[in-house]
């Protein structure tokens, strides 16, 4: 399988403690977005990678919302202290540079936060 | 404030019917508009894409029609199938200077149930 993978598929966490999610983008996309998906909503942007350089953070994405793509390539996502509020699907997508390049999303990791 | 703007927010057609789902957008800087389907327990996945220098496109048994002094765009599913029921979301994105390349903003998506 060639697509967008992230890891783990399924996160169940209490409140406070710190969780990390993986992407691994399609190998030879530089663009690296994640969104956030919660029940009956669109995905929402979360912050965007070209290449290593973090080049924009949503306001979404609190002081507690962390990510990387330290080598250009697969991408992690930190929640610290999580929250209730946090409960949520994270999704991974990337793409080619290109003039409106077609978005290839993973299956994104959902969070639970009890 | 939500960029875009979908209707309706769920819709029940039966075998072999017309699906049809609605978006509006403001942004005039918005020039590339994709519509995903997503199905439970999976990430989107892109259904069909135009720009708005055309006024429709079709792939299959989808098309998207744009009306570009109107500021909207529909998906029309035709013959709609049993496995064409999922959740469907149109999106737009711009290259406006100052947005984020390729940031897209979503709908709030159409829960489409086809009765066989």
């Known amino acids: 399988d060639t697509g967008v993978s992230q890891d783990p598929r399924h996160k169940i966490t209490k409140r406070g403690q710190n969780v990390t999610f993986r992407c691994d983008p399609i190998s030879e996309h530089n663009r690296l977005y994640w969104y956030r998906q919660t029940l009956g909503q669109g995905p929402e942007f979360l912050t965007y990678f070209q290449n290593e350089a973090q080049l924009e953070k949503s306001r979404l994405l609190s002081d507690r919302f962390s990510a990387e793509r330290p080598k250009g390539s697969f991408s992690t996502l930190e929640i610290q202290r999580t929250e209730q509020g946090d409960s949520a699907m994270y999704l991974c997508a990337s793409r080619t540079t290109g003039n409106n390049s077609p978005l290839h999303f993973g299956n994104g990791t959902r969070l639970t936060v009890t | 404030q939500q960029q875009v703007k979908q209707s309706p927010q769920s819709l029940i057609v039966q075998k072999g019917g017309i699906s049809i789902i609605n978006c509006a957008y403001e942004?005039?800087?918005?020039?590339?508009f994709p519509w995903y389907q997503q199905f439970p327990g999976k990430g989107p996945a892109l259904l069909i894409a135009i720009r708005p220098d055309v006024s429709e496109k079709k792939e299959g048994r989808f098309t998207i029609s744009f009306n570009k002094s109107a500021k909207q765009f529909s998906l029309h599913i035709m013959d709609s199938q049993p496995g064409d029921s999922a959740t469907y979301f149109c999106?737009?994105?711009?290259?406006?200077?100052?947005?984020?390349?390729?940031?897209?903003?979503f709908g709030r998506g159409t829960q489409l149930t086809v009765w066989p």
């Open positions: 999106a737009a994105s711009g290259q406006a200077r100052g947005s984020t390349l390729g940031r897209l903003y």
């Open positions: 942004n005039t800087a918005f020039d590339y």
